[in-house]
C-alpha cells in the first residue's frame, strides 16, 4: 500500500472516530444533554441580562469556554465541553449573558433549541415551577 493511501486511510479513520459522541478532544453541549437547565431573566426590560445554567450529562468531559455566536437578530449560547476532564473543573456552569437590544432571541447549542425571547422572556421552564414558563 502506497503512502498516499495510507494517509487517505487514517484520515478517514480520525474522522470516523471524531464523529462518535464522545470521541473528540471538543464538543458542544447541546440542551438535551444538560441536567438542571435554567435560564433565568435577572434584569427587567428594556436590558434583559440572562443566567443559563446547568450541569453537563457527560461524566468524562468538563466545561470550557462558553461563547456567543450573533447572527443579525438572534444569539446563540455555545458551551464547549473538554476531553480529558480538567483538573479542578466541572460539568457544571453558570454563563450571565447581557442581551443587545437588537437580539430578539437566543438559542442553546448549536441544535439551535430557543431558550429566550424578547418580549416572552425564558423558554425553558424553571425546575419545580410546574412547566410554566
Same mark, same amino acid.
Given at each position: 500500500?502506497?503512502?498516499?493511501?495510507?494517509?487517505?486511510?487514517?484520515?478517514?479513520? !480520525?474522522?470516523? $472516530? =471524531? &464523529?462518535?459522541? $464522545?470521541? =473528540?478532544?471538543?464538543?458542544?453541549?447541546?440542551?438535551?444533554?444538560?441536567?438542571?437547565?435554567?435560564?433565568?431573566? &435577572?434584569?427587567? +426590560?428594556?436590558?434583559?441580562?440572562?443566567?443559563?445554567?446547568? $450541569?453537563?450529562?457527560?461524566? @468524562?468531559?468538563t466545561v470550557g469556554d462558553i461563547v456567543v455566536d450573533t447572527k443579525a437578530d !438572534? @444569539?446563540?449560547?455555545?458551551?464547549?465541553?473538554?476531553?480529558? +476532564?480538567? !483538573?479542578?473543573? !466541572?460539568?457544571?456552569?453558570?454563563?450571565?449573558?447581557?442581551? +443587545?437590544?437588537?437580539?430578539?432571541?437566543?438559542?442553546?447549542?448549536?441544535?439551535? &433549541?430557543?431558550?429566550?425571547?424578547?418580549? @416572552?422572556?425564558?423558554?425553558? +421552564? &424553571?425546575?419545580?415551577? /410546574? /412547566?410554566?414558563?
Open positions: 500500500m502506497g503512502a498516499h493511501r495510507w494517509r487517505v486511510l487514517v484520515g478517514v479513520f !480520525s474522522v470516523a $472516530l =471524531c &464523529t462518535s459522541a $464522545l470521541s =473528540c478532544s471538543r464538543q458542544i453541549l447541546e440542551a438535551r444533554d444538560v441536567a438542571n437547565f435554567r435560564v433565568v431573566e &435577572t434584569n427587567s +426590560p428594556p436590558a434583559p441580562t440572562l443566567k443559563l445554567s446547568g $450541569l453537563a450529562m457527560h461524566s @468524562a468531559m !438572534s @444569539a446563540a449560547v455555545l458551551v464547549h465541553m473538554k476531553s480529558p +476532564p480538567v !483538573s479542578n473543573a !466541572s460539568g457544571s456552569f453558570e454563563f450571565v449573558y447581557p442581551v +443587545p437590544d437588537h437580539i430578539q432571541v437566543v438559542y442553546f447549542g448549536m441544535d439551535g &433549541t430557543p431558550v429566550w425571547r424578547r418580549g @416572552a422572556g425564558p423558554l425553558v +421552564p &424553571t425546575q419545580g415551577d /410546574g /412547566g410554566r414558563r
